[in-house]
């Protein structure tokens, strides 16, 4: 019979996400990030320590507080509800009702499983049922939800749903294609391999709208 350890380890060795959404204490927010940054820091400086690393060492004096500022501005920022960004949706008044694909928008995120970042491209797509989107809040909208600890399946789900209701359609389609440096460069440490998940919304559960947006993925832009 599994143990309760192994059980966890499993979930995390295998990217396993147990909800759409991020698990978040209630009271995430009650302190602000400056004290964050504090309580982060004394936990990093134990962390090297108990490594054995000499923190008296000009390379590493800093460090604590890089990590620290880096967790809580950077790379974990979009935790913070305060930092998500307006999507606002302007009338289609050129009434242009085909496929609008936002593609090869970079993605930084990191696993939550063990904390090692996840690098990609994200392709974001929606049919227009009379509002649209500045190109710019989509790339937004990708980045607010990826600077959090993550797993690829839900970030993929979190974009078309917040474009869904930004948009008022469920004509929302994302594919992101990543790499996991837990599976990279630790574990099983197949350096090739690379995750794709999608989530189509809407007409692009069907098959011919579908394959429409596969093409404009393949399409290469030169400059």
């Known amino acids: 019979?599994?143990?309760?350890?192994?059980?966890?380890?499993?979930?995390?060795?295998?990217?396993?996400?147990?909800s759409a959404k991020n698990p978040v204490r209630e009271d995430a927010f009650d302190i602000s990030d400056e004290e964050k940054i504090e309580s982060i820091k004394k936990d990093v400086q134990n962390i090297l320590s108990t490594l054995g690393m000499d923190l008296t060492d000009d390379s590493l004096k800093g460090t604590p507080n890089r990590v620290a500022k880096m967790f809580v501005k950077e790379i974990f920022g979009g935790?913070?509800?305060?930092?998500?960004?307006?999507a606002s949706t302007f009338e289609n008044s050129y009434k242009?009702?085909?496929?609008?694909?936002?593609?090869?928008?970079?993605?930084?995120?990191?696993?939550?499983?063990?904390?090692?970042?996840?690098?990609?491209r994200a392709h974001v797509a929606y049919i227009?049922?009379?509002?649209?989107?500045g190109l710019s809040k989509?790339?937004?909208?990708?980045?607010?939800?990826?600077?959090?600890p993550q797993v690829q399946e839900r970030l993929t789900m979190q974009i078309v749903q917040e474009l869904q209701i930004a948009?008022?359609?469920?004509?929302?389609?994302?594919?992101?294609?990543?790499?996991?440096l837990c599976v990279n460069s630790r574990g099983i440490k197949d350096i090739e391999s690379s995750t794709v998940t999608s989530e189509f919304g809407?007409?692009?559960?069907?098959?011919?709208?579908?394959?429409?947006?596969?093409?404009?993925?393949?399409?290469?832009?030169?400059?």
């Open 138 to 148: 989509i790339n937004r909208i990708v980045e607010f939800y990826s600077k959090r």
């Open 1 to 18: 019979m599994i143990n309760n350890e192994e059980f966890q380890d499993e979930i995390g060795d295998n990217h396993i996400s147990s």
């Open 96 to 120: 242009y009702g085909e496929m609008l694909v936002e593609k090869n928008i970079t993605l930084y995120s990191t696993c939550e499983h063990h904390l090692l970042p996840i690098i990609g």
């Open 79 to 86: 935790l913070n509800p305060a930092k998500k960004p307006n």
């Open 128 to 133: 227009s049922n009379g509002r649209v989107v």
């Open 167 to 180: 948009l008022g359609t469920q004509d929302v389609a994302c594919i992101i294609d990543a790499k996991h």
């Open 202 to 223: 809407g007409k692009f559960k069907e098959e011919q709208t579908r394959r429409e947006l596969l093409e404009y993925i393949k399409l290469e832009t030169k400059f």
